[in-house]
């Protein structure tokens, strides 16, 4: 039997920390969602990733990857997503085993519509409190985790805006 890799009170407090940060902030964000417009955090971010993708499609292996999802999750939040008439979904052109997943007029108007509420969510939750260095750290910090979760991520290929 090995012995365990105690974290030292430095990493302690750090893991708390992140530990309290991804409790709390999914309800946080949740909330005004689903105030305005029934929707959880994933249900958004789905939209979200549709709406930035070229021609607001992606197949639903790339929508997984990209939500960070099981293709299962995936599924039963995009049904429920068609049955409000917000997402579509179709065989990719180029190759009928893939499906593709479509963000409607509808879709794309929900999404316009929500974004500023969700957006000052965002800002009041998490970057009122840091200023410019720390949003630096907690890309780079966060980066370098899901790269140690997920090491193929679309989210460490994707460019900076204003690098």
């Not at 099981?70 to 939040?77: A, G, T």
């Not at 969700?118 to 980066?143: N, T």
Request: proline residues 5%; aromatic residues 6%.
């Amino acid at each position: 039997m090995t012995s365990a890799r105690w974290l030292d009170p430095e990493e302690r407090q750090a893991w708390l920390a992140l530990l309290a940060v991804s409790t709390l902030l999914p309800g946080t964000l949740d909330a005004p969602l689903y105030r305005e417009g029934k929707l959880t955090l994933f249900d958004y971010h789905v939209l979200a990733m549709l709406s930035e993708a070229p021609d607001r499609s992606l197949p639903m292996s790339e929508l997984a990857s990209r939500t960070y999802s099981s293709l299962s999750r995936l599924s039963h939040v995009v049904k429920k997503l068609q049955g409000r008439g917000w997402v579509e979904r179709a065989q990719c052109a180029n190759d009928a085993r893939v499906t593709m997943a479509l963000l409607t007029e509808a879709g794309m108007e929900a999404i316009q519509s929500l974004a500023p509420g969700h957006v000052e969510a965002v800002r009041q939750a998490v970057f009122d409190g840091l200023d410019r260095r720390d949003v630096q750290d907690l890309e780079r910090i966060g980066k370098k985790i899901v790269q140690q979760l997920e090491p193929g991520s679309w989210v460490l290929r994707e460019p900076r805006l204003n690098a």
